[in-house]
């Protein structure tokens, strides 16, 4: 009963390949979210989703495509990956409006992408 | 513009003394705070928060945090460290806006507790 879920763990891919990673969340959130870690621990948000529409795109290379099919799923797309995109990528969630939980994001595993 | 800072890379205390973890914070408007930890490989997990009412706030696995408004200030704490608690500790800040919830994290305390 995993709460916010990503897939895959782990990706290997060479550069120049496309790629995509899929996050869900059961806690029935209306908000979700991608941040990118890098080697050195730095986190930082990427993208955020209401309810299916784009909210935050903090400076991301347009070779990133979030792509929310329903409020449970927002999906990350990279077309030509490069050496630098290799990173922990998190996905989150939190309840935008209403509620004691209200604000708080709740993170998945992390998927952690190496580029050769 | 917000951000967040941990002016310590890493901290090490012994096992059963009081861990302190710093964070300061800079947000124009009322700050909502956050602390997660990771463990290795793993990914972050709630702590606590503050968003408002009594400063000193209570989470799990008996940690607290106090809010000091006069030095933008949400610190980290727990009376007696246990070895299981070494892990990376990461504060963070938000605002509450129509357009969005935007955690700026700070750059991540590595915490080290001996035996």
């Not at chain 1, 996050?23 to 730095?42: A, I, P, R, V």
């Amino acid at each position: 009963d995993t709460a916010v879920s990503q897939t895959p763990k782990y990706l290997v891919t060479q550069m120049g390949n496309d790629k995509s990673i899929k996050c869900e969340q059961n806690l029935g959130h209306d908000t979700m979210y991608w941040y990118k870690q890098d080697s050195k621990k730095f986190l930082k948000i990427m993208f955020s989703y209401n309810n299916k529409e784009l909210i935050i795109n903090e400076t991301v290379p347009n070779r990133f495509s979030p792509k929310s099919p329903d409020k449970a799923h927002l999906n990350l797309h990279i077309n030509s990956l490069e050496l630098g995109d290799s990173a922990v990528y998190f996905c989150a969630s939190s309840q935008e409006w209403g509620g004691q939980d209200q604000e708080t994001q709740y993170f998945g595993p992390g998927t952690r992408l190496l580029v050769l | 513009a917000q951000s967040v800072a941990q002016p310590e890379d890493q901290v090490n205390v012994a096992e059963g003394n009081p861990l302190t973890v710093k964070c300061t914070y800079s947000v124009s408007g009322n700050p909502y705070l956050f602390w997660y930890v990771q463990y290795p490989n793993r990914g972050l997990q709630f702590l606590l928060k503050y968003i408002t009412g009594d400063n000193l706030v209570k989470g799990s696995y008996g940690f607290e945090a106090e809010f000091n408004k006069s030095q933008t200030s949400f610190h980290l704490k727990k009376p007696s460290a246990l070895v299981s608690d070494s892990a990376l500790y990461f504060c963070a800040v938000t605002l509450i806006k129509a357009a969005g919830n935007k955690l700026t994290f700070g750059g991540g305390t590595r915490v080290l507790v001996k035996p």
